[in-house]
Protein backbone atom coordinates (compact mmCIF):
# COMPACT_ATOMS: atom_id res chain seq x y z
CA UNK A 1 0.00 0.00 0.00
CA UNK A 2 1.55 3.33 -1.10
CA UNK A 3 0.65 6.34 0.99
CA UNK A 4 0.01 9.65 -0.92
CA UNK A 5 -0.03 13.50 0.00
CA UNK A 6 -0.86 16.45 -1.94
CA UNK A 7 -0.07 19.92 -2.23
CA UNK A 8 0.41 22.60 -3.81
CA UNK A 9 -3.27 23.66 -4.64
CA UNK A 10 -5.08 27.30 -4.30
CA UNK A 11 -7.00 29.91 -5.94
CA UNK A 12 -5.22 31.24 -9.36
CA UNK A 13 -6.25 33.58 -12.11
CA UNK A 14 -7.11 32.63 -15.55
CA UNK A 15 -3.99 32.28 -17.73
CA UNK A 16 -2.05 31.49 -14.10
CA UNK A 17 0.31 28.31 -13.31
CA UNK A 18 0.26 25.57 -10.59
CA UNK A 19 2.50 22.77 -9.60
CA UNK A 20 0.94 19.95 -7.37
CA UNK A 21 3.09 17.80 -6.06
CA UNK A 22 2.00 14.27 -4.25
CA UNK A 23 4.15 12.96 -1.75
CA UNK A 24 4.70 9.49 -1.68
CA UNK A 25 5.73 6.53 1.01
CA UNK A 26 4.67 3.37 2.33
CA UNK A 27 6.14 0.92 -0.69
CA UNK A 28 8.16 1.04 -3.94
CA UNK A 29 7.23 3.83 -5.88
CA UNK A 30 9.20 3.68 -8.53
CA UNK A 31 7.34 0.26 -9.76
CA UNK A 32 3.86 2.05 -9.89
CA UNK A 33 2.10 3.97 -12.52
CA UNK A 34 1.36 7.39 -11.16
CA UNK A 35 -1.88 9.03 -12.21
CA UNK A 36 -3.52 12.34 -11.70
CA UNK A 37 -7.50 12.53 -11.27
CA UNK A 38 -9.78 15.57 -10.66
CA UNK A 39 -12.95 15.89 -9.84
CA UNK A 40 -15.49 18.63 -10.21
CA UNK A 41 -18.79 19.31 -8.58
CA UNK A 42 -21.42 17.65 -10.34
CA UNK A 43 -18.70 15.99 -13.20
CA UNK A 44 -17.38 12.49 -13.14
CA UNK A 45 -13.76 11.90 -11.86
CA UNK A 46 -11.80 12.39 -15.09
CA UNK A 47 -7.91 10.92 -15.36
CA UNK A 48 -5.59 13.65 -16.32
CA UNK A 49 -2.79 12.55 -16.52
CA UNK A 50 -0.53 9.25 -16.06
CA UNK A 51 3.47 8.54 -16.19
CA UNK A 52 4.50 4.88 -15.90
CA UNK A 53 7.91 4.10 -14.10
CA UNK A 54 10.01 4.26 -17.08
CA UNK A 55 8.68 7.76 -17.78
CA UNK A 56 5.92 7.50 -20.40
CA UNK A 57 2.98 10.18 -20.41
CA UNK A 58 -0.90 10.23 -21.31
CA UNK A 59 -2.73 13.15 -21.16
CA UNK A 60 -6.97 13.46 -21.41
CA UNK A 61 -7.37 15.44 -24.34
CA UNK A 62 -8.53 18.28 -22.25
CA UNK A 63 -5.00 19.28 -20.46
CA UNK A 64 -2.97 18.14 -23.60
CA UNK A 65 -0.27 20.96 -24.54
CA UNK A 66 -1.12 22.92 -21.14
CA UNK A 67 -0.50 20.08 -18.03
CA UNK A 68 3.14 18.19 -17.67
CA UNK A 69 3.30 14.97 -15.30
CA UNK A 70 6.59 14.34 -13.90
CA UNK A 71 8.13 11.93 -11.75
CA UNK A 72 11.11 11.95 -9.44
CA UNK A 73 11.80 8.29 -8.33
CA UNK A 74 14.85 9.34 -6.16
CA UNK A 75 12.49 11.52 -4.04
CA UNK A 76 9.36 9.43 -4.79
CA UNK A 77 7.59 12.49 -5.83
CA UNK A 78 5.12 12.74 -9.20
CA UNK A 79 4.53 16.16 -10.21
CA UNK A 80 1.88 18.26 -12.11
CA UNK A 81 2.53 21.69 -13.75
CA UNK A 82 -0.59 23.21 -14.66
CA UNK A 83 -0.35 26.13 -17.38
CA UNK A 84 -2.47 28.17 -18.96
CA UNK A 85 -5.17 27.53 -16.42
CA UNK A 86 -8.93 27.86 -17.60
CA UNK A 87 -11.99 28.21 -15.32
CA UNK A 88 -13.23 24.16 -16.00
CA UNK A 89 -9.92 23.41 -14.58
CA UNK A 90 -11.46 24.41 -11.58
CA UNK A 91 -11.66 20.71 -9.18
CA UNK A 92 -10.69 18.78 -6.57
CA UNK A 93 -7.40 17.05 -7.69
CA UNK A 94 -6.15 13.38 -6.48
CA UNK A 95 -3.00 11.91 -6.54
CA UNK A 96 -2.88 7.75 -7.60
CA UNK A 97 -0.36 5.15 -7.62
CA UNK A 98 -1.66 1.98 -9.62
CA UNK A 99 -1.37 0.06 -12.72
CA UNK A 100 -2.67 -0.71 -16.06
CA UNK A 101 -5.10 -3.46 -16.70
CA UNK A 102 -5.13 -5.97 -19.60
CA UNK A 103 -7.63 -3.73 -21.28
CA UNK A 104 -5.44 -1.11 -21.17
CA UNK A 105 -7.64 1.60 -19.09
CA UNK A 106 -5.41 2.72 -15.57
CA UNK A 107 -6.50 1.39 -12.19
CA UNK A 108 -5.63 3.12 -8.92
CA UNK A 109 -4.70 1.31 -6.48
CA UNK A 110 -4.11 3.89 -3.58
CA UNK A 111 -5.64 7.50 -3.61
CA UNK A 112 -4.67 10.90 -1.59
CA UNK A 113 -6.95 13.21 -0.16
CA UNK A 114 -7.31 15.28 -3.20
CA UNK A 115 -5.89 19.38 -3.34
CA UNK A 116 -8.62 21.90 -3.92
CA UNK A 117 -7.66 23.97 -7.19
CA UNK A 118 -10.09 27.10 -8.10
CA UNK A 119 -9.46 29.09 -11.28
CA UNK A 120 -11.26 32.25 -11.20
CA UNK A 121 -11.04 35.85 -11.89
Known amino acids: QVQLVESGGGLVQPGESLRLSCATS????????MGWFRQAPGKQRELVAS???????NYAESVKGRFTISRDNAKNTVYLQMNSLKPEDTAVYYC???????????????WGQGTQVTVSS
Open 51 to 57: ITSGGTT
Open 26 to 33: GSIFSVYE
Open 96 to 110: TAGRRLSSGRYYADS
